[in-house]
């Protein structure tokens, strides 16, 4: 094993919801742990401290993330999968990220096995941590709302024109940029164009609430702003009178029409085609990997095809293309076949909650970290013996500081530890979320993508039919026969190589 693929990083946060700075130092702890528990080397640590997981814009995640393009480590240590994102999506892009630039994410409190059972077990895991952040939101949102009945702000993007008075928390007029909202509605009202507008803020030295430079973009959000009439907005919640105005309503209107009327259409937007399959589906013929490229049918009409790698590099292979209109749907419909089961669902569970239970180990962690704890006690109880004896200097002050600081980073660990402990995934937890996943709209691009990750390990196409791998291992296979296709409504299955109708192929 190489040097990097033994040298971690370790990324910990805290957020403001009920955590403190000591929830930090415990992941910390807990990581150096289980690095040498494993042999890994830490050589930096990346700490935000009181920021959401809501969203990854977090300057020191998104610097681990742009430092992993260096190849300077090979590992992320986490304490839960919860603070590499709050919902699967970010998760999962975040994951793939660092996956593409060859570093693995492992985590301290959450010990997933290898194997096919552990890629479902990693899903019910994300469920579960974007559970908690929504659980989380819908909290803080209390808060704000009752923040919001008094006109309060409850936080978020600041609004130019406007201070926040910190006594009463409510705003106020800022006389610095409150004449420049005033200027800009009033000009756009006496028909100056955006770009002018634009040109002249800028020119005064005016900035954004971010410190940047207007935009059109950002002086079209001004002038949409309906908080300048004095109203004061929070989702549902409008107070007349909540704030102070800085123009009037009938000015405000004014510029909501020319807005409409100067409004142009938004240019069209490029979409890239998504393949569904990508790192799953491999060629039966050869065993190489199938990527996506367009192609055209005979008919002239484009498409877009799986390709056998080595084919599309002119390598010794005769496996022809399949349309992706083609696999795609099949391959969902095997999936939903599997779903279909309940006494599939009750076997994949039982197979996911015994991977779990064999990978929990927090109750070895609580035992670990008591230990140490145990040990800091009795270090500083010898400490403390020389102190009554009058042995006081510079050293044993110095040696008691740093008891009591690893006291304090341990013990803030084993509360963290007792946290993870305390929630355990049950085996009623984990069916239901196949069953919930066996109810997802098979039609909705983001549930087949789910849908394909969780369960599909590996598919190997053949010329007639192609075998599937499912995520768990017993009698986790099954092949599939592509029978005859009507040429009419699919075209040519196999891509613009195929010599004969994709019919006579697939029926021999």
């Not at 600081?405 to 995934?425: C, P």
């Not at 791998?469 to 299955?493: C, H, L, P």
Request: hydrophobic share 35%.
């Amino acid at each position: 094993m190489s040097t990097v693929e033994t040298t971690a990083v370790v990324y910990a946060r805290y957020s403001s919801h009920g955590q403190t700075e000591q929830s930090i130092e415990g992941q910390i702890a807990a990581a150096q742990k289980y690095a040498e528990q494993h042999g890994y080397t830490i050589i930096h640590i990346y700490a935000d401290r009181a920021m959401t997981g809501r969203n990854d814009d977090r300057e020191e995640f998104q610097k681990m993330l742009s430092d992993t393009a260096t190849r300077q480590f090979g590992i992320i240590l986490l304490w839960k999968i919860d603070r590499f994102g709050r919902n699967r999506e970010e998760i999962a892009f975040n994951r793939y990220r660092c996956k593409k630039n060859g570093v693995r994410v492992e985590r301290v409190a959450e010990d997933v096995p290898d194997g096919p059972e552990g890629v479902i077990l990693d899903s019910v895991l994300e469920g579960m941590a974007e559970y908690y952040s929504l659980q989380l939101a819908q909290n803080v949102r209390r808060g704000q709302r009752e923040s919001a009945k008094k006109s309060q702000t409850v936080g978020g993007c600041k609004i130019i024109g406007y201070n926040v008075n910190p006594n009463t928390k409510r705003y106020e007029v800022d006389p610095k940029t409150a004449p420049f909202v005033t200027e800009v509605f009033k000009r756009y009202a006496n028909g100056e164009t955006i770009s002018e507008i634009v040109a002249w803020l800028n020119a005064q030295g005016v900035r954004t609430t971010r410190g940047g430079e207007f935009t059109v973009n950002s002086l079209h959000r001004l002038l949409k702003n309906e908080k300048y009439t004095g109203v004061y907005i929070f989702h549902d919640i409008r107070n007349e009178g909540g704030m102070p105005a800085l123009i009037d309503r009938a000015t405000f209107d004014k510029a909501q029409e020319m807005l409409k009327v100067n409004r142009r259409a938004p240019a069209r937007v490029w979409s890239k085609t998504e393949y569904l399959l990508t790192d799953k589906l491999f060629c039966g013929h050869c065993g190489t990997m199938m990527v996506g490229e367009s192609g055209h049918g005979r008919n002239g009409t484009k498409h877009n095809y799986y390709t056998c790698w080595n084919r599309k590099k002119k390598k010794m292979c005769d496996k022809k293309p399949i349309r992706q209109d083609v696999i795609e749907p099949l391959v969902l419909r095997a999936i939903g076949k599997l779903l279909e089961n309940p006494a599939t669902l009750e076997n994949i569970a039982d197979q996911v909650w015994a991977a779990y239970e064999r990978s929990d180990t927090s109750g070895d962690t609580i035992k670990a970290l008591d230990k140490q704890i145990a040990d800091v006690d009795r270090a500083l109880s010898n400490v403390m013996k020389a102190i009554e004896m009058g042995i006081i200097n510079e050293m044993t002050k110095a040696r008691m500081d740093e008891l009591t600081d690893q006291k304090q980073a341990l013990s803030a660990a084993r509360a963290e530890a007792g946290l993870a402990g305390g929630f355990k995934l049950t085996r009623d937890m984990i069916l239901f979320f196949l069953q919930d996943m066996a109810a997802l709209d098979r039609s909705n691009r983001d549930s087949q993508k789910r849908l394909i990750k969780t369960f599909v390990n590996a598919i190997y196409l053949y010329d007639d039919h192609f075998n599937i791998a499912f995520n768990y291992t017993d009698n986790g296979k099954m092949t599939v026969r592509m029978q005859e296709i009507d040429d009419a409504a699919s075209g040519d299955v196999f891509g613009r190589c195929a010599q004969s109708p994709a019919k006579s192929r697939l029926s021999r």
